[in-house]
């Protein structure tokens, strides 16, 4: 009887340790909108560009943060804005805060991912005395480099949609350079905040990482790797020299600076290949010297 309660106390003792290490936002419902990331130009159905959006995590990677800028300048004005998009485990749906240069303020507070898609709408609110909106975006993702953002307002409680804009997503061709500082921008956090294992989910599953004395190959190996930093610990900082998109790779040049907790700095010159693996670019060689 000793020996069953003395495993259920360690038991309970080890999960307590688990939770606590957990990231905050490391369920997979947060990462169901991602596909959104990136810098895009969106299209009216016409063709007309209707404006540029940069979307990027931010936040320990708990919320999604959408950069709007209008293509068209009316009367010296463009209109701008910013919304912030995070799944809220409390009530399981996912919810977007609206803010623009116009002082507008939109909650869509009733957000799903369903079939392959983000829905997100907001209560049904008072214009005026005699009218009542629901307003509700979709967002489906057609191609890794497409999706398709279609928004509606109702008038009747959700009974009948009419269409308010409808616009394609197109993933900027000509984005490299932000491409690479992104994933090297969040490696860096990954390892300021001693997440040294995270650093390996930004290279791909069959990557190789080839220095001066050794080379690692595959999943396991590069995790091991990058959790052998916590002995220098300290803070990194990577610069992105030049970045090149050849067809489906982006190759990227680049310096990396550890300081180590004892305040010594470890300088490397580095390459880097870059591919697309489920749709993210992520590293397929990494070459040090």
């Known amino acids: 009887m000793k020996k069953i309660l003395l495993y259920i106390i360690i038991s309970f003792f080890i999960l307590s340790i688990q939770a606590q290490n957990r990231r905050p936002c490391s369920a997979p419902e947060y990462r169901q909108f991602d596909f959104w990331l990136g810098d895009w130009e969106a299209f009216s159905p016409n063709g007309n560009k209707g404006g540029d959006s940069k979307i990027s995590l931010m936040l320990d990677s708990c919320t999604i943060l959408e950069e709007w800028t209008s293509a068209i300048v009316q009367r010296g004005f463009r209109f701008s804005g910013k919304s912030y998009n995070m799944y809220n485990a409390g009530n399981k749906q996912w919810q977007q805060y609206w803010v623009d240069n116009t002082g507008a303020i939109t909650k869509y507070f009733n957000g799903r991912y369903e079939d392959g898609k983000m829905i997100v709408q907001t209560d049904n609110e008072k214009v005026n005395d005699t009218t ?158």
Do not use: C
């Open 132 to 289: 009542w909106l629901i307003q509700k975006m979709t967002f489906y993702r057609l191609t890794p480099d497409k999706i398709r953002q279609h928004g509606e307002n109702s008038s009747d409680g959700g009974k009948t949609w009419t269409t308010s804009f409808d616009l394609e997503y197109r993933r900027k061709v000509d984005n490299t350079t932000a491409i690479v500082d992104s994933v090297l921008r969040k490696m860096e956090d990954s390892y300021n905040k001693a997440d040294y294992k995270e650093i390996a989910s930004y290279y791909t599953k069959n990557a190789k990482v080839v220095g001066r004395t050794r080379e690692i190959n595959g999943r396991k190996e590069m995790i091991a790797y990058w959790e052998s930093f916590k002995r220098l610990g300290g803070t990194w900082k990577l610069s992105n020299l030049r970045s090149e998109r050849l067809g489906d790779q982006i190759w990227q040049k680049g310096t990396s600076v550890i300081t180590d907790k004892e305040g010594r700095d470890h300088k490397v010159n580095f390459t880097l290949i870059f591919v697309l693996e489920d749709g993210i670019w992520k590293i397929l060689q990494d070459a040090y010297w």
